[in-house]
T-cell receptor, first 115, second 114 residues
Framework: KAGVTQTPRYLIKTRGQQVTLSCSPI?????VSWYQQTPGQGLQFLFE???????NKGNFPGRFSGRQFSNSRSEMNVSTLELGDSALYLCASSLEVSQLTDTQYFGPGTRLTVL | AQSVTQLGSHVSVSEGALVLLRCNYSSSVPPYLFWYVQYPNQGLQLLLKYTTGATLVKGINGFEAEFKKSETSFHLTKPSAHMSDAAEYFC????????????FGSGTRLSIRP
């Protein structure tokens, strides 16, 4: 069974632009979560989607948004990019909605660099 | 509010030696606790998690962790380090509520000396 895939793997943008990252979960998984990893702030939870509905959201500004499609694939969008948005963005999928009861499987991440 | 502290940003041990990575948490209620590993240029992989029940949790790759409520700790151990264990390790905490968000520690980089 294929793992979680994220595209693109690397991305370079300039300040003020917007970016869309894509995540394809493991087949059959219905929950997708997104995380931001930076050297300064570490790993932070962005949001979680289940059956096309956002179930949980971290403490990020409204410039960060996401959505999930009927096939469970998910996208996250960052508008008006800032230098501080440079990070590794990780996507994780699980069968069900709860991180507590269900193991999350992570993709390799998309490394976003904002110049 | 919940938080997690990992003591030591970098730990170095010899191959075959005991691995001990420290994690302390702060939570007003008994939390769920996790250890994740991240290899270079890869995503995270769940090593083990504590939800309820037995306080000694066994995970993959020979790792285990013990939940000690009195010490608010969840230290990760492995009896004998292997070169392949070199990676970054993250402790994480989460509450019981469905609205609870997972909170990660700052990570500990484990190096293995030949």
């Amino acid at each position: 069974k294929a793992g979680v895939t994220q595209t693109p793997r690397y991305l370079i943008k300039t300040r003020g632009q917007q970016v869309t990252l894509s995540c394809s979960p493991i087949s059959g998984h219905r929950s997708v979560s997104w995380y931001q990893q930076t050297p300064g702030q570490g790993l932070q939870f962005l949001f979680e989607y289940f059956s096309e509905t956002q179930r949980n959201k971290g403490n990020f500004p409204g410039r960060f948004s996401g959505r999930q499609f009927s096939n469970s694939r998910s996208e996250m969008n960052v508008s008006t990019l800032e230098l501080g948005d440079s990070a590794l963005y990780l996507c994780a999928s699980s069968l069900e909605v709860s991180q507590l009861t269900d193991t999350q499987y992570f993709g390799p991440g998309t490394r976003l660099t904002v110049l | 509010a919940q938080s997690v502290t990992q003591l030591g940003s970098h730990v170095s041990v010899s191959e075959g030696a005991l691995v001990l990575l420290r994690c302390n948490y702060s939570s007003s209620v008994p939390p769920y606790l996790f250890w994740y590993v991240q290899y270079p240029n890869q995503g995270l992989q769940l090593l083990l998690k504590y939800t309820t029940g037995a306080t000694l949790v066994k995970g993959i790759n020979g790792f285990e962790a013990e939940f000690k409520k009195s010490e608010t700790s969840f230290h990760l151990t492995k009896p004998s380090a292997h070169m392949s264990d070199a990676a970054e390790y993250f402790c994480a905490v989460m509450g019981y509520s469905s609205a609870s968000k997972i909170i990660f520690g700052s990570g500990t980089r484990l190096s293995i000396r030949p």
